[in-house]
């Protein structure tokens, strides 16, 4: 008998759940049971409670056909809201509750993002992912989204792969003093390198020099406290640590402002990975998709997705933790996006084709391939088979009518969406 695996986030947890048959009834009958376990305080909260289960478009599931409809990409996530029943709550939703949910919503459009590291140490393992993991984030923020970005590593500088305390602490400050030229609307930093926690400085960046560290505190206190730039203003921080201790550690708790967000990937010291580490990999995929999205996720969602993605891969000790005290969703947008915005909205074939090849790349992902999805425009005439000239210089046109290389094809309208692997 076939079954069907989905995670299903309620009030903030991650629950597993299988399906015999994909019948809305039967989801329902699964939410009830998470619904009705007991809580932290040996509670059973109420049964009847009504609620509303949504996909990861945010569409609520209202019948069988949608539910089918989010089981055709995996893995499936859904989600899970209480709906108060008070009537004028009732008739706010849902019209009144998006313009609630996109007014507090915090938008990102033109951050100072300042990415930092260190790939070679004193007595410490070299960390040659460390540039690779830069480089990554540096494309994304920087082509993808449009962002100012400074990066302590250049990679036509082959000395910028050490990072001594004093280093670190002079490109801080450097943008520390200068940021008040920009009209920055939030603050991205990122470091990719050796950690570690003590009980006395809490989370340490271990910088080239191995015997001194950079408290990650002192770097939130700076951008946080010491700073008014950024005040009321969205603030992300990114450590992705790679430990020589094989023991994980909880990340502290510092600066609880209602507009801060933490991210922090830990990976052990024997997994090494020559194309950076799994987590920034990730991160760089599903964001660069996300803003591809007519409606784009929140970064708390994508974070779910790319937790769970880390899982499947079961790499060991491979850990993501996240503290967000946000009071408000955060969204990443382009720099460009209200001129964006405006062009897209224009074309409903088009952002139904985009949404579309957002799911054939998660498909590919879960199949464990490499490839491409390609997205073009009136090919019809491009289908001609020309046998006469070699493989490895196929054109296009060869490829989309190959069995061999094209492992899918759907056709919207003038659009046409192509999978290869």
Known sequence: MSSYKAFVYFEGKAHEITLVSIHLTRLKEEVLK??????????TRNSKSHFKIVDTNDQELTNDQQLKISFETQPVFLFVYFINNNDNDEKKYPEDKKKKEDNEGYKIMNPLVLLTGASKYDRLDYLP?????????RNLFEEVYGYEVYSTYDPNKPETELLTLHQLNLFLMQH??????????????VWCGHGNTTSEEGD???TSDDNKYKSFKKVQELFTYDTNRFLNKPKIFIKNIYRENEQSQEQQWHNNEPDTFIILSTTPGKLIFEKGSYFTECFCNIMSQNIKLPKLKSLDSNIMLISKLIEQK??????IQVITVCDQHVFLYNKDYSNINIEI??????????????????????KRKQGIIVVAKNNDQLETLNEQLPSRNMPFSMMITSIE?????????????????
């Open 314 to 319: 079961e790499l060991t000790g491979q850990i």
């Open 34 to 43: 998470i619904i009705n376990t007991k809580d932290n305080n040996n509670k």
């Open 129 to 137: 992912e460390v540039k690779i993991d830069l480089i990554m984030f």
């Open 345 to 366: 909205d224009q074309d409903f074939l088009w952002n139904e084709t985009n949404k579309k090849a957002h799911e054939m790349v998660n498909e590919m992902i879960n």
């Open 176 to 189: 520390y003093t200068n940021n008040n030229e920009k009209n920055y609307d939030s603050f991205i930093f």
């Open 405 to 421: 290389h094209m492992k899918k094809r759907l056709t919207l309208g003038q659009y046409s969406i192509y999978s290869f692997y």
């Open 204 to 206: 340490i960046l271990i």
